[in-house]
């Protein structure tokens, strides 16, 4: 069993700044991608940003320069930086582990408001 927890969403102001903090717990296979996933009413799961057990990042278009995605490998955390938010940026953010098809887990979602 694995558990994702995150923490950290809440509102902010356009240009403001939020990081996001995940734990992952459980049976988890050392060798994984943990990453940021968010959900905007009316729109599909989109990818934010990934990053591998050996540190290699991938972000999606819209956020790069303005996101940075870290983890801590022996406390099994993912954090997600991210600095100069837009109202476009608004959604639900949820943590993803993977490390095969069969073994894709999700935390419950934290909420991110972004105003104008």
């Known amino acids: 069993q694995v558990q994702l927890v995150e923490s950290g969403g809440g509102l902010v102001q356009a240009g403001g700044s939020l990081r996001l903090s995940c734990a992952a717990s459980?049976?988890?296979?050392?060798?994984?991608?943990m990453g940021w996933y968010r959900q905007a009413p009316g729109k599909q799961r989109e990818l934010v940003a990934d990053?591998?057990?050996?540190?290699?990042?991938n972000y999606a278009d819209s956020v790069k320069g303005r996101f940075t995605i870290s983890r801590d490998n022996a406390k099994n955390m993912v954090y997600l930086q991210m600095n100069s938010l837009k109202p476009e940026d608004t959604a639900v953010y949820y943590c993803?582990?993977?490390?095969?098809?069969?073994?894709?887990?999700w935390g419950q979602g934290t909420q991110v408001t972004v105003s104008s």
């Open positions: 993803n582990v993977r490390w095969h098809p069969s073994r894709n887990y």
């Open positions: 459980g049976n988890i296979f050392s060798i994984n991608v």
């Open positions: 990053i591998t057990s050996g540190g290699i990042t």
